[in-house]
Each structure stands twice: as C-alpha cells, then as structure tokens.
Nanobody, 126 residues
Framework: VQLQASGGGLVQAGGSLRLSCAASGRTFDRYSMAWFRQAPGNEREFVAATRSGGGGSYYADSVKGRFTISRDYAKNTWYLQMNNLKPEDTAVYYC????????????????????WGQGTQVTVSS
C-alpha cells in the first residue's frame, strides 16, 4: 500500500482545511486507517481513525467536534475535514493504514499501522 497525503497549507484561526490521503497498490477489505500529527518539538500524536465494517470513527479529545474523517470508496481516498482550526493544530499531518481491523483500543497507537504517508504541513496563524 502506498499512501499520498495532500491538502495542507496556511490558514487563519477559525478557518478550514481538508486533508486527503490517497491509497494505491493493494488495499484490504478489512483495514484500519488513521491520521496522526507531529508539532515541532513534540511527539507524534493520534488525531482520528476509522476502520472497515462500519467500525465508526474515533477522535482525540482535542479535535472532537471540529475534525471529521471520511472515505471516498470510488477514489480509494480518505479525508480529514478540519474546521474551526486553532494555532495549536499546527503540525505535520500523517495518514496511516493497517491491513488489520484493530479494536478501538488499538486505533490510536502508531505501532498498529504498517503503512504511512509522507506528511503534509498544516499551519494555523492566530
């Protein structure tokens, strides 16, 4: 699986961006997919995840109610819609994919994902 992340940019606080993660190569009917982010000087952290089979969506408390993860099946692309952005959302955002449908408790762990995109920079100005 190859992942190509895009859609980052510079936006003012309160604005919106939509990140995309296009998957190519072999993908799996049972999967988990997530977004993580890493701000300068910080550890990479979980943002949002979803999984196959109507597994629902999961969000970090810091983005709950502002970010939405979704998938376009025809394009084999996942999205992260980010609304009401804050300066603390500034980070490099990474998409990640696993050929395993993890339980909800494992979706937020980096080690659950075998495949990673290259990252896209999001900068939110105050």
């Amino acid at each position: 699986v190859q992942l190509q992340a895009s859609g980052g940019g510079l936006v003012q606080a309160g604005g919106s961006l939509r990140l995309s993660c296009a998957a190519s190569g072999r993908t799996f009917d049972r999967y988990s997919m997530a977004w993580f982010r890493q701000a300068p000087g910080n550890e990479r952290e979980f943002v949002a995840a979803t999984r196959s089979g109507g597994g629902g969506s999961y969000y970090a408390d810091s983005v709950k109610g502002r970010f939405t993860i979704s998938r376009d099946y025809a394009k084999n692309t996942w999205y992260l819609q980010m609304n009401n952005l804050k300066p603390e959302d500034t980070a490099v955002y990474y998409c990640a994919y696993s050929a395993w449908r993890w339980n909800s408790g494992s979706l937020g762990s980096e080690s659950s994902y075998e495949f990673w995109g290259q990252g896209t920079q999001v900068t939110v100005s105050s």
